[in-house]
């Protein structure tokens, strides 16, 4: 199974971040999915998982700006964080959760900075 | 939200040296929930430890973990140059899935 962000690099102030994750080798209909992100320099923080049935569970910390959707006939899942901040600029990974305890694989990650 | 704190922040060793890096969980994690991953400059983490003490496939030997309760740690023995790099020590067994903030494994 091979994991792959995408989406923009590059996001203004008090917009919407949204990135895509899209998932090879295996399908998205079991498990649950992840997105970990990690500021520059610093370490890394679980933003939340979907499972395919659409099941979701996020962060407190982020939960009233984060949604996480699915799309099993894309073999994809999807991030959205609203009222982004210079504070959201970070690598963002999508992983995949096994044996219900541990992040394996992830993705390469992909940088979003937050600047106007 | 279970805070996991690990220590050193920074360790310097030599190849061949044996690393020990520890991470304390603020409450008792399940030993089935503790894992620990390697990150290398511009790379993803990588999965080296699940539940504990087993090793991801693919893992040498050399790195070992051990732990209960509330400590865990995390063993090198004999330290090959791919692996400085920082580590860090995760829990899954209670939301917010938390991280600990790292311990950088450094050339001495």
């Known amino acids: 199974v091979q994991l792959q962000e995408s989406g923009p690099g590059l996001v203004k102030p008090s917009e919407t971040l949204s990135l895509t994750c899209t998932v090879s080798?295996?399908?998205?209909?079991?498990?649950?999915w992840n997105w970990i992100r990690q500021p520059p320099g610093k370490g890394l923080e679980w933003i939340g998982y979907?499972?395919?049935?659409?099941?979701?569970n996020y962060n407190p910390s982020l939960k009233s700006r984060v949604t996480i959707s699915v799309d099993t006939s894309k073999n994809q899942f999807s991030l959205k964080l609203s009222s982004v901040t210079a504070a959201d600029t970070a690598v963002y990974y999508c992983?995949?959760?096994?044996?219900?305890?541990?992040?394996?694989?992830w993705g390469q990650g992909t940088l979003v900075t937050v600047s106007s | 939200e279970i805070v996991l704190t690990q220590s050193p922040g920074t360790l310097s060793l030599s190849p061949g040296e044996r690393a020990t890096l520890s991470c304390r969980a603020s409450?008792?994690?399940?030993?089935?929930?503790l894992a620990w991953y390697q990150q290398k400059p511009g790379q993803a983490p990588r999965l080296l430890i699940y539940g504990t003490s087993s090793r991801a496939t693919g893992i040498p030997d050399r790195f070992s973990g051990s732990g209960s309760g509330t400590d865990f740690t995390l063993t090198i023995t004999r330290l090959e140059p791919e692996d400085f790099a920082v580590y860090y020590c995760q829990q899954h067994g209670s939301s917010p899935y938390t991280f600990g903030q790292g311990t950088k494994l450094e050339i001495k």
């Open positions: 992983a995949r959760e096994s044996g219900g305890a541990w992040f394996d694989p």
């Open positions: 080798g295996g399908s998205i209909s079991s498990f649950y």
């Open positions: 979907i499972y395919y049935t659409g099941t979701t």
């Open positions: 409450q008792s994690v399940s030993s089935s929930y």
